[in-house]
């Protein structure tokens, strides 16, 4: 066999493992809990008896019934464990990949809340970053900045 001819057929047998393995987390997805139940969670930095369930932070008391909340203890003893999500089920539409770049996944709010909850209870404020954060806007901060402001709430880019 050529060169050619084992580089085609390393680059088909490698296409096929990646379609079966899409095939299979596919198939996965649609059998899993909808995206809706799914829970969010942070680590604070304080004891588990100074996260009360019915004295949260601002943030996330302003959902009130519309979310659940669970505190426990993190593993390790490394603080407490927050997580909150949203109960009434949106369609899973809500929660696709489009819905999350235009900004309409219901739980962009919720995971934004949940952060600002962790720093009030971690800081005792919400910590914004410096603007602007430098004087001179360089290549590599405009990329950031672009990575940032397409981020959708999500906390990360």
Do not use: C
Request: charged share 30%; glycine share 10%; hydrophobic share 35%.
């Amino acid at each position: 066999m050529t060169p050619a001819g084992k580089s085609l057929t390393a680059a088909a047998a490698g296409l096929a493992a990646g379609t079966a393995v899409l095939l299979r987390r596919a198939k996965a997805r649609t059998t899993a809990k909808s995206a809706g139940d799914r829970w969010l969670t942070v680590t604070v930095n304080r004891e588990p008896g100074e996260v009360q369930p019915d004295k949260l932070p601002s943030p996330l008391r302003e959902y009130g019934d519309r979310i659940e909340t669970r505190v426990r203890p993190a593993p390790g003893d490394r603080g407490t464990e927050l997580a909150v999500r949203l109960r009434e089920a949106e369609p899973d539409a809500a929660y696709s990949v489009p819905a999350r770049l235009a900004g309409a996944d219901p739980r962009q709010d919720l995971r934004q809340a949940l952060r600002e909850a962790k720093s009030l209870l971690e800081a005792g404020e919400v910590l914004r970053p410096d603007a602007p954060p430098t004087t001179h806007d360089t290549p590599g901060g405009k990329l950031v900045g672009l990575l940032s402001r397409r981020a959708g709430g999500e906390g990360v880019l």
